[in-house]
């Protein structure tokens, strides 16, 4: 099982995140996207990283915006896949033209 990782860490790692803030165990991002199916492919692309790093988000779908949240349920808190994902998810988002 993965470490958390301690506030100064989660801090150092948000640094090169600057979509997502932390809310207690979790770290949060919303995302835009620039249409209702843009924002589901957005989504599925985002299972499919999730199944293949075994780690997944909670994801919120309102129109055509999503938030995702991540804390690792198995650790308690946040670790670096937490971070790892996050980046993957920016990634994706960007490829969809989402805010
Ligand atoms: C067995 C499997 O590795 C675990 O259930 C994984 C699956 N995905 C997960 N996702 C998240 N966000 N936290 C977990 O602790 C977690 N555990």
Do not use: N, Q
């Amino acid at each position: 099982m993965a470490d958390t990782l301690d506030d100064a860490a989660v801090a150092d790692r948000l640094r090169d995140l600057p979509a997502w803030s932390r809310h207690g165990d979790e770290i949060r991002r919303e995302v835009k996207a620039p249409s209702f199916p843009e924002g589901i492919a957005v989504v599925d692309e985002v299972a499919r990283a999730a199944e293949d790093a075994d780690h997944h988000p909670d994801i919120d779908i309102r129109w055509r915006t999503l938030t995702f949240a991540l804390s690792t349920h198995s650790a308690g808190g946040l670790t670096g896949k937490d971070f790892d994902l996050a980046a993957v998810i920016d990634r994706i988002a960007a490829r969809h033209g989402a805010e």
